[in-house]
């Protein structure tokens, strides 16, 4: 079964059964959470970025470059990637999903920015996005940076392991996040996206309180696994 490793903000490592690792949204150096640094990851065989904002993507493309990670996004984010000597991106886009060697990857609506970090001409401004992944039998949706949305409905029975915001301000807070488990119905619940600075934030706990019995929520700190 596949294992998750949480690094503060909205960073996981995931190992499938087959030894392919994952990263999504790295953020390790600049991370004020983050229990380790860039060059302490190790091998990378994909990379998801669920947007371009600092704090998903600061550390892709250096990583990309630095393990021949294969770098799965929006078009234009994959795009923006190659011209920084990204050698190989697989373009998704909002709806769409593709089998990959390891499970399946489908990106999903989000609604928040779509600026992309070091892009300096705009060209390769965006619209944001989760991932619903199939890894080693179990479906796992991680949100991204989002505002609550009736299209997780669409998500119900179809998600074994929901990775939600709730650290309000620019996404989803505790009370709209625990509606968002409510109308996706996962198994389990885990936060992100919190107490990474002041201003967002959030006593898990409080989440853990407002989702009830509608989901197990566990909650991690930045080195641990799931």
């Known amino acids: 079964m596949a294992r998750l490793t949480f690094h503060g903000q909205s960073t996981f490592i995931v190992e499938t059964d087959d030894g392919t690792r994952l990263v999504i949204d790295p953020f390790f150096d600049d991370n004020p959470l983050c229990d380790i640094r860039r060059a302490e990851v190790g091998e990378v065989d994909y990379i998801l970025c669920t947007h371009g904002h600092f704090d998903h993507f600061a550390d892709a493309i250096p990583l990309a470059r630095e393990t021949g990670a294969t770098l799965i996004s929006t078009f234009e984010i994959v795009s923006f990637a190659e011209t920084q000597g990204v050698e190989k991106g697989h373009p998704l886009h909002i709806g769409g999903g593709f089998d990959f060697p390891f499970g399946r990857v489908k990106m999903t609506a ?117």
């Open 110 to 226: 989000a609604l928040h920015g779509g600026q992309v970090h070091g892009d300096t001409t705009g060209q390769f401004t965006t619209v944001p996005g989760g991932f619903l992944m199939e890894l080693d039998g179990k479906r796992i949706y991680h949100a991204g940076d989002t505002a609550l949305l009736l299209d997780m409905q669409l998500l119900r029975g179809k998600v074994d392991l929901a990775i939600l915001p709730i650290g309000d301000n620019f996404t989803m807070g505790p009370e709209d996040a625990a509606e968002a488990v409510g109308f996706i119905q996962p198994e389990v619940a885990i936060p992100m996206h919190y107490d990474t600075w002041p201003l967002i934030a959030q006593d898990p706990e409080r989440f853990r309180d407002l989702v009830g019995d509608r989901a197990r929520v566990k909650i991690l700190n930045p080195g641990e696994d799931f």
